[in-house]
């Protein structure tokens, strides 16, 4: 069994992200700059806000952070997009999800300019995506792409299952492995809640992608003997340690750990390289915007 370390990956696309900023800013050129808005105070949001503005840091880029309470109207939080959209200076922004429930999520998503849309929400990126078009690619799909191909995971041929049909994770994730690429070429079925003998779908991937967001969901009975498994999952559980809880994904990792050949650890698997990956998008779209 093999680690799959996202963070010394994501260390790597980090450096060759931050020699491209330097490049520009040799060139008399502002770095990237990438925007956020939060909408109230979720702590999951909250820490990875401050994830993004760490790793922002580390390669050059300009970082803002919109805060903005949980009572914000769907006005206001369109005027703020806008004011993004048209604001020269920014290069990219994201809205964290989840939105609170009196806001119409799908309606904010469409509103944003997709040239600027760096997590790829909007319906035009989504759509380019799955025709294989030029455009920006989600994040966590896109850092696990990141992980397979820097890890020299053979991808081509192989069976993979990913559970989990989310617009975020699940249903891109088995877009990107199922296109016709060397570093992808996969047969993928998506599993979900509706899914029957799910445990038997499971255990026959090469390449098991777990993105259901339920911890520890995934047994060892539902991995096959060196099957490669990408844990997307990432939840904090009670215990009884001196923190009070531990971090878990969404694979029993002591248990199914041993049956695989390669497998991500939580954390610090797929969650950097998701970062990067909403990084290299900024750097592609400052890039578009200078022709550079």
């Not at 696309?13 to 060139?27: H, L, R, T």
């Not at 809205?95 to 997709?114: E, F």
């Amino acid at each position: 069994m093999q680690l799959i370390d996202g963070k010394t990956i994501a260390a790597t696309v980090k450096s060759e992200i931050a020699n491209e900023v330097k490049k520009m800013i040799d060139a008399d050129q502002n770095p990237p700059h990438l925007a956020a808005i939060l909408v109230g105070n979720d702590p999951a949001s909250e820490t990875y806000i401050a994830s993004k503005e760490r790793a922002c840091k580390e390669v050059g880029f300009t970082s803002s952070v919109y805060r903005m309470s949980e009572n914000t109207s769907e006005e206001e939080l369109l005027k703020t997009i806008e004011f993004l959209s048209n604001d020269e200076d920014v290069n990219g922004y994201i809205i964290q999800l989840p939105l609170p429930k009196h806001i119409d999520t799908n309606a904010i998503i469409a509103a944003m300019d997709p040239k600027k849309d760096v997590d790829c929400f909007h319906p035009e990126n989504v759509g380019r995506m799955a025709m294989d078009m030029p455009c920006f690619l989600p994040a966590t799909p896109a850092g696990i792409m990141m992980l397979l191909e820097r890890s020299n995971i053979e991808t081509e041929g192989k069976n993979c299952v990913v559970v989990g049909r989310s617009n975020i994770v699940g249903t891109p994730i088995s877009i990107l492995l199922s296109r016709n690429s060397k570093k992808a070429n996969c047969t993928v079925t998506l599993c979900h809640s509706r899914t029957k003998n799910l445990k038997e779908v499971c255990a026959s991937a090469d390449i098991l992608v777990a993105a259901i967001g339920k911890p520890e969901f995934i047994t060892a009975d539902m991995v096959k003997e060196g099957a490669v498994v990408i844990d997307v999952g990432i939840h904090r559980m009670e215990d009884n340690s001196e923190k009070g809880y531990k971090i878990v994904g969404d694979v029993k990792f002591d248990e199914a750990a041993p049956k695989c050949s390669f497998i991500t650890p939580v954390p610090g698997g797929v969650g950097p390289t998701t970062i990067v990956s909403l990084l290299s998008n900024t750097l592609k779209a400052r890039k578009n915007q200078l022709n550079f």
